[in-house]
Structure formats: structure tokens, C-alpha cells
């Protein structure tokens, strides 16, 4: 019943069209190509001593600087942001669970949001392991 009802709502959202879904995926295309453009500028193939082509990183003086700025750089973009993002969306999750009432008060919906609240606290535990 939960699912039905909030299929219904959601569907009465009116920026969920497929218009809004294009939009949507071209903003993050374009924001990761934005955000990768920094290690694009910097890569370039080079042959090791068995003359097999490889790509890499080529940073201009220091090397030291760059290499550390690049670890930062990925480190905020390929963990923080994601796990700030995955805690912000979830706990928004869980407010609209708890905010969720039926008419006849039935103890079968506390015990399905205790369920829920468990699933998605593991789901993030295991996220940030």
C-alpha cells in the first residue's frame, strides 16, 4: 500500500517529465566533464622500458605539489562529496518515512519504518567501510 501511495504522489510531481529527465543528464554530463578536465589536461602516454604505451599524469614543476593537489582533488570528488551526498539524500529518506501517516494508525506501518530505518543505517554503515 505504502509503494501504490507513494507511487501515486510522486507522480503527481510535475518537473518528473521526460524533458526534466534529459535536462538532468545533460547537466551531469556536462559537471563531470567539467570536473575531469584538470587530470585530462594532464594526461599523456608515455612507453615504460618494455616500450608498452601507457597513460599517466604528466604535471608541470613541482611534481610533488601537483601530485598532492591531484590526491586532494580526488579524494574530495571520489569520497567526501559522494558520502556527503548518499547521508544528506538518505536522511531525507528517513524524514519522509517518519512524516508518513495512515488513517488507521496501524502498528504493521512503525514496524516497517523500524525496518527501513535499520536497512538504510546498515546501507550507509557499509558505504562509509
Excluded: M
Excluded at 5 to 33: D, E, I, M, N
Aim: aromatic fraction near 10%.
Amino acid at each position: 500500500y505504502l509503494v501504490v501511495l507513494a507511487t501515486v504522489r510522486s507522480c503527481r510531481v510535475l518537473r518528473r517529465t521526460h524533458r526534466g529527465a534529459k535536462v538532468a543528464c545533460l547537466c551531469v554530463w556536462l559537471g563531470v566533464t567539467v570536473l575531469v578536465l584538470p587530470f585530462f589536461s594532464f594526461a599523456t602516454v608515455y612507453r615504460n622500458e618494455l616500450q608498452v604505451p601507457s597513460c599517466g599524469l604528466s604535471f608541470p614543476r613541482p611534481e610533488t605539489a601537483w601530485f598532492k593537489a591531484s590526491r586532494i582533488y580526488t579524494s574530495i570528488l571520489g569520497f567526501a562529496l559522494p558520502v556527503c551526498a548518499i547521508c544528506a539524500l538518505y536522511a531525507d529518506l528517513l524524514r519522509r518515512l517518519r512524516a508518513v501517516r495512515l488513517h488507521s494508525g496501524a502498528k504493521a506501518l512503525g514496524k516497517a519504518k523500524r525496518k527501513v530505518t535499520i536497512l538504510v543505517l546498515t546501507v550507509l554503515a557499509v558505504c562509509l567501510l
